[in-house]
């Protein structure tokens, strides 16, 4: 028997573009606060949903082990669980079915539930934990199995007698580094290798280096950790690779903040953690491209074994920047692309279409910086509403019909933009075909001046360009006749 047992509602199988893409994480939320939970004498379980297909699954383990306690603890660190996907939604709804029959207290920590806490008390839940989860989950627990008074707890969301009470929220912890590590036992960690092996991509696990982001774009929610920036210390993480390498042999990471490496000094002082222990890895981050400008930055992480940022550019257009509070320029987007691409660093880019009072003239300024900057990778998608956001209290008037994705590929506009969800789904297509007849081009001017420094890779680009030059003609030839039509 166990005390508690942990679950998550992110299914890849029922996001087939992340299937696809075989690349999964383990959902490291979910671990930290296993981890917490252990650290604090309760013995825990973590039955991960990330690799099956059936939420009935889940029974059995259920019978196995006995749990007092059931808790869907989503991956807040995973973007993907910020959205709400409605398959993912209805999958928690099952779990939760399953576990009341059990006789469990059932508690969920999630965006979705956060945003819509009623729809999951009435599915059954008893609690719902609203922000930040480890400490509140703890309290929770004491009070759940020495059958005290639950009422003070900060953070939760509850039934008393069919009225819904709602406790004030718990302060975001500044001590990140009082948490233990991850419970990765706790989850199969060979299961992930073999997918990605299978995809033939280098293994890769997911760490965190901070909480929160204290930027302010509109369109961005926070529903977790908030608007607060708290940072694990250079050395903290340094231990955690440390512990990876040695326990998994995985030297390649994901850092999955929202904004990798904002505090001062905090790179620079990593990189000497590194140093110290001589630990030789690659990463990966997300950042912005104002933080990308400093030099002595770029060389520090380019140093530490950064490979590839990833930019959330969104728009070639300065009035879409603007508009969105972005808090950034253009112009910084070309800056800093250059001077990472100097680096060797790859560029990716986040590019998002749909944006309100968004113009022809505002894509084809996106387009056009895409095609003269070329980054490494590109990531498009349309404008989403979250709720919490000013972009949502703009347009929620119009989320009759739809108020969330089916899942991350689903791309339906669901308010009133410039134009209807046909047209932004060609555009989908049409941008990335743009984007890679654009690097064909490149290549070919490289195999005329270079031809025995092309790779396998660049000759099928420029195979490819055969293709895409066609196809993106036509793409470019419809969605000219769709500016004129709204359905």
Known sequence: MLDIVFSHSYYYKFDPKQWKNKTPYPPLGTLYAASFLRKNNYTVGVFDTNLINDPKNIETYLTQHQPKVFVIYDDGFNYLTKMCLTKMREAAFEMIGIAKKFGCYIAVSSSDATDHYQKYLDAGADFIIQ?????TLKELADCLTKGLSFSDIQGIVYKDDEEIVINPKRPVLKDLDMLPLPAWDLVDISAYRAIWNSGGKEFTLNIVTTRGCPFKCNWCAKPIYGNRYNSHSPAYI???????????????????????????????????????KSLGISFYIQSRVDLLLKEDT????????????????????????????????????????????????????????????????????????????????????????????????????????????????????????????????????????????????????????????INKSQIRSMLLFFYYFPSALLDRIQLKNMQHSHV
């Open 238 to 276: 340094a231990k955690h690779i440390e512990f990876l390498i040695q326990n998994y042999g995985v030297n390649r990471f994901w850092m999955c903040d929202d904004i990798f490496g904002l505090k001062p000094n905090w790179v620079q002082e990593f990189n000497a953690e590194l140093k110290k």
């Open 131 to 135: 922000g930040e989860g480890e400490i």
């Open 298 to 453: 770029i060389d520090a992480l380019y140093e530490s074994g950064l490979e590839e940022v990833w930019v959330g550019a969104e728009s070639g257009s300065q009035s879409i920047l603007d508009a969105m509070d972005k808090g950034t320029t253009v112009d910084q987007i070309y800056k800093a692309t250059k001077l990472l691409k100097k680096k060797n660093i790859r560029v990716a880019f986040f590019i998002q279409f749909g944006y309100l009072g968004e113009t022809k003239t505002d894509i084809e300024k996106t387009i056009a910086m895409i095609k003269e900057l070329q980054p490494d990778n590109l990531g498009v998608s349309i404008s989403y509403p979250l709720p919490g956001t000013k972009f949502y209290e703009k347009v929620k008037a119009d989320l009759k019909y739809k108020a969330n994705w089916a899942d991350s590929d689903d791309l339906d506009m669901m308010f009133d933009g410039t134009y209807h969800t046909r047209y932004y789904k060609k555009l989908h297509r049409y941008v990335h075909k743009e984007y890679r007849k654009s690097q064909a081009i490149l290549n070919f001017k490289k195999a005329f001046m270079e031809p025995f420094s």
